[in-house]
C-alpha cells in the first residue's frame, strides 16, 4: 500500500506527478487559518511530511502516530524540536548546497546595495527629486578593497568569502567554531575572535544558522564593538539579532547602514522602525528565491522523502542517531 504524504508547499507539476507515483498525496496550498486546520486534519494518517515555513512543534507532531520522515525545503532547521524528532524516531532532512550559490549572491547584493545607497537613490529617481548630479551627502561607500567579515564560516559563508576575495578584492576575516586552513589557503582568509571582528571588519555579514547557542548573540554590546562606517548584513535568521538593540545601534549611528534578508518576525511589520530609515535594505528572505534554486530545493526535498519512505537513508540527514543499518 502506498505511504501518505502531507505536502504543505506546492511542487512544480513534474515533482508532484513523481511523489504521485509513490505516494498517497495531500496537499495543503497556504498555511492560513484553513490550511493549518486541514493539515490538522490530514496529520493521523502522516506517513512523510514536506514543507516549509511552519514551526512543527511536539503539539503537531503528536498528531500524526505514523509520522516516519520530515522533508524540510529548506537548509535551516529552526523550525524543528530535532530532540523530539529523535525521540520520535522521525528522519529529518533538509536542503543543502544547492541553494548555496544564491544565498551568497543575495548577500552580496544586500552589500553593494547598502554601500552604494542603490535602493534609497533609485527612490530618489523615483520620485522625481533627481534635480541636479549628486553631491557628497549622496554618496555611498566603496565595497572593492573592504575588509569583508564573515560569522560563520559553513557552505553559504565560504560562497560569501569566494565573492569577495575573489571578484572583489576583499580581505576576508571570519569567525566560526573553529579555525578552517583550506579556507583561509583559497581565500587567504584570516581567523577572528568575535569581538575583533566586530572591531574590524568593514561588513559584518552573519551566515550561521539558529540555535540555542546564536539566538541574540550579536546584541548591544556587539553593535557597540562595531565602527560608525560598518555596514551590517543578515542572511541567517533574525533571532540571532536583537533587533531591537539594532534599531538602536543604526538611529544612533554606531553602524553606517544594514541589508536585512530576516527579522524576529516575519513578515517584517510595517510599523517596524527600520522601514523608517534610509541606510537599511529590507528584503523578503528571498535569499534562496530563485526559479532554478527553489525547483532544486523541492527536487532535493523530494528525493530525501521519498529515499526516508522506502527505508533508504537520506542523503541529507539531520538526526543520523535516528538511522539504523
Ligand atoms: N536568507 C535565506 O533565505 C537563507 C537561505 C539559506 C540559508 N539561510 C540560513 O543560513 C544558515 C547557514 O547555512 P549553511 O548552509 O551555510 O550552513 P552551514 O552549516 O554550512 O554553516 C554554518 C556555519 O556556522 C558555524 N556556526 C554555527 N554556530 C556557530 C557559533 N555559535 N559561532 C560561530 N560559528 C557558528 C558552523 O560551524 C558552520 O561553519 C542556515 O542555517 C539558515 O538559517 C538563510
Ligand atoms: O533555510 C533556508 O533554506 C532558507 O531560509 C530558505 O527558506
Known sequence: MKKQVVLYKKLSALLMARLHEQAEVTLIESLDADGLARLRDALPRAHGLLGASLKLDAELLDLAPDLEAIASVSVGVDNYDIDYLTERRILLSNTPDVLTETTADTGFALILATARRVVELANMVRAGQWSRNLGPAHFGSDVHGKTLGIIGMGRIGEA??????????????????????????????????????????????????????????????????????????????????????????????????????????????????????????????????????????????????????????????????????
Open 160 to 325: 560569501l568569502a569566494q565573492r569577495g576575495h575573489c571578484g572583489f578584492g576583499m580581505p576576508v576575516i571570519y569567525h566560526s567554531h573553529s579555525p578552517k586552513p583550506a579556507v583561509e589557503q583559497r581565500f587567504n582568509a584570516q581567523y577572528r575572535s568575535l569581538g575583533e571582528l566586530l572591531q574590524q571588519a568593514d561588513f559584518i555579514c552573519l551566515t550561521l544558522p539558529l540555535t540555542a547557542e546564536t539566538e541574540r548573540l550579536i546584541g548591544a554590546e556587539e553593535f557597540a564593538l562595531m565602527r560608525p562606517q560598518s555596514i551590517f548584513i543578515n542572511i541567517s535568521r533574525g533571532k540571532v539579532v536583537d533587533e531591537a538593540a539594532l534599531i538602536e545601534a543604526l538611529g544612533a549611528g554606531r553602524i553606517r547602514a544594514a541589508g536585512l534578508d530576516v527579522f524576529e518576525r516575519e513578515p517584517l511589520n510595517l510599523d517596524s522602525p527600520l522601514l523608517q530609515m534610509d541606510n537599511v535594505v529590507a528584503t523578503p528572505h528571498m535569499g534562496s528565491a530563485t526559479h532554478e534554486t527553489r525547483e532544486a530545493m523541492a527536487r532535493c526535498a523530494v528525493d530525501n522523502l521519498l529515499a526516508a519512505l522506502a527505508g533508504e537513508r537520506p542523503a541529507n540527514l539531520v538526526n543520523p542517531s535516528v538511522w539504523k543499518d
